[in-house]
């Protein structure tokens, strides 16, 4: 049997954020994921501006900018009837951009970082289920390319594995939410008809579509689809996929003339709530932590300050010799105040979003008040305090005639 100090399931941007910061505090890391790298995952990919702090933080910027990433001032907010306005990225009155950078290209930037920084990586390593031992994470069952299974222990075991965690799994702290609930789907494009600075994100009755240009030439497609009309579907993503874009037709017609270039990736329910994000010898970061709708496009950025968050609790928890609940209840305490109020904004968006006559009462409103729209672009890109856009004030400045 393998012992480590550190065993985090799953390299996305949360695990080998999460993993990169302890191993440069000095932490045995060992890090395993089923995939093997680079592949294709469901994401919109694209990261709100202050990602740009915690990639300064890890030390990939150099790396990050070498890899030629798409930088975004913003994104056109299009409703059913055509009308739109421009949230905008904007911090002290300084112009800020937004990053799309393909994920075959950022997950292994990640992941070399933190072997630079000393984890241990092995890919193509399926995490089976949790080894418990009195209610408390010790480690994980899993199996390699061979099959063989085998049992690591660890003082802490992180589960970065997505909406589908198996450490969320097997703590029973899992759940679907009621709602919203989605299909996600991501297509790639190259060819179609070029974006400028912005990105663009369509919004239908019964879903919406986002569309924003990536490094090389490429542009990602993500559309978020109503589960209760296509759950029961048994066609392939690709030919889903098809039959929705026939909803959004300005986007549609901006895509004709180009090619899709992958295969169609999906997830969903793409919603998932957890109970708790922490416990005796566990804690929990990135989508496996919970994660509400990638409208908002916050995801990365919340798996990458996440993973931030955890490694500072983490790692004094492992000096003090002590990874229980209670040593790492600062994590939950940091989450909270990182990114409670964002949720509640999240959650508002969504709302406008179900119901797009809401969207088209408001979006006029936006195009002609600058102050409130920069108020909503500045939460929306992580750039100040999100209860800004839950004031009464701001709120009025919304909905009022």
């Keep these: 049997m393998e012992h480590r100090e550190v065993l985090v399931l799953g390299g996305g941007p949360a695990g080998s954020t999460t993993a990169a910061f302890l191993a440069a505090c000095g932490h045995d890391v060992l890090l395993l994921d089923k995939a093997r790298f680079p592949r294709d995952k469901a994401c919109s990919e694209y990261a709100s501006p202050s990602s740009i702090h915690v990639l300064d933080a890890l030390g990939v910027r150099r790396a990050y900018d070498a890899a030629g990433p798409m930088r975004l001032l913003g994104m056109d907010i299009i409703s059913p009837g055509g009308s739109s306005f421009r949230v905008e990225y904007n911090e002290g009155g300084e112009r800020r951009h937004a990053l799309a950078l393909s994920r075959d290209r950022l997950d292994p930037l990640l992941l070399d970082n933190a072997r630079r ?55 029973g ?60 579907s048994t066609r392939s993503r690709e030919a889903l996929f098809d039959e929705a874009l026939r909803m959004f037709p300005l986007l549609s017609e901006r895509l004709r003339g180009g090619r899709r270039i992958k295969p169609v990736s999906g997830v969903g329910p793409i919603a998932r709530k957890v109970s708790r994000t922490q416990g005796d010898g566990w804690a929990l970061v990135g989508d496996a932590a919970g994660f509400t709708d990638p409208f908002t496009g916050e995801g990365i950025y919340r798996a990458l300050r996440g993973g931030e968050l955890l490694a500072d609790t983490a790692s004094a928890a492992l000096r003090a010799g002590d990874a229980s ?39 006029p409103r936006m195009l002609e008040r600058p102050a409130v729209r920069a108020t909503l672009s500045s939460v929306l890109g992580d750039l100040t305090d999100a209860r800004r856009a839950l004031h009464p004030r701001f709120l009025l400045g919304v909905l009022r005639p």
Excluded at 181 to 210: D, I, N
Excluded at 226 to 232: G, I, N
């Design 173 to 232: 702290v899992r759940s679907e939410m009621r709602w919203p609930r989605r299909l996600g789907l991501v297509g790639h494009y190259e060819g179609a008809a070029p974006l400028a600075a912005h990105g663009e994100m369509h919004v239908q009755p019964h879903g919406y579509c986002g569309i924003a240009p990536l490094d090389g030439g490429l542009f990602s497609v993500g559309m978020a689809l109503d589960m209760r009309r296509y759950r029961s």
């Design 325 to 363: 609940a209670s040593r790492l209840a600062p994590y939950v305490v940091a989450r909270r105040d990182a990114f409670r109020y964002k949720a509640l904004v999240v959650l508002a968006v969504q709302a406008f979003v179900s119901y797009p006559c809401l969207l088209e009462y408001v979006s």
């Design 117 to 171: 920084l000393g984890v241990e990586v092995r890919e193509g390593v399926r995490a089976r289920r949790l080894l418990l031992e009195g209610g408390r994470a010790c480690g994980a069952v899993v199996t390699g390319p061979d099959g063989r299974e085998e049992r690591i222990r660890a003082k802490l075991v992180v589960g970065a594995d997505g909406l589908f965690s198996v450490v969320a799994r097997d703590l």
